[in-house]
């Protein structure tokens, strides 16, 4: 492929890419702003809010709670765990242990009884 015909397939892709994430982003916006409007001033008497405002409460969950894709901060501290990891815990949730394993001397000692 020539560079002329690379050229211009990415002349009409990079356009056509950010278009599609502003239309996405402002759909985005403008669910969660009739979400918000429909359900939250007349059950809790929040104000409303404008599609501007449900981008930053989108942006701040996103930001806080990680969402919207794939390995975010939601994703499961499972998978960085090795497979005897995982069988350790699950054996000792299995056999009722509420102890901890002290890291230094690999042996588990039980917690205190809080309850009064």
Known sequence: ?????????????????????????????????????????????????????????????RILFGGFGVGGAGSSPSRKMSRAERESIHRRLSEGSHGVTDPASGQERSLPDNNH
Do not use: C
């Open 1 to 61: 492929m020539s560079i002329k015909r690379y050229m211009k397939k990415w002349e009409f892709i990079v356009p056509a890419a950010i278009i599609g994430f502003a239309l996405f982003a402002a759909l985005g916006g403008w669910v969660v702003a009739q979400l918000w409007n429909w359900l939250l001033p007349p059950l809790f008497g929040f104000h409303t809010v404008t599609v501007w405002q449900a981008l930053g409460l989108l942006a701040l969950t």
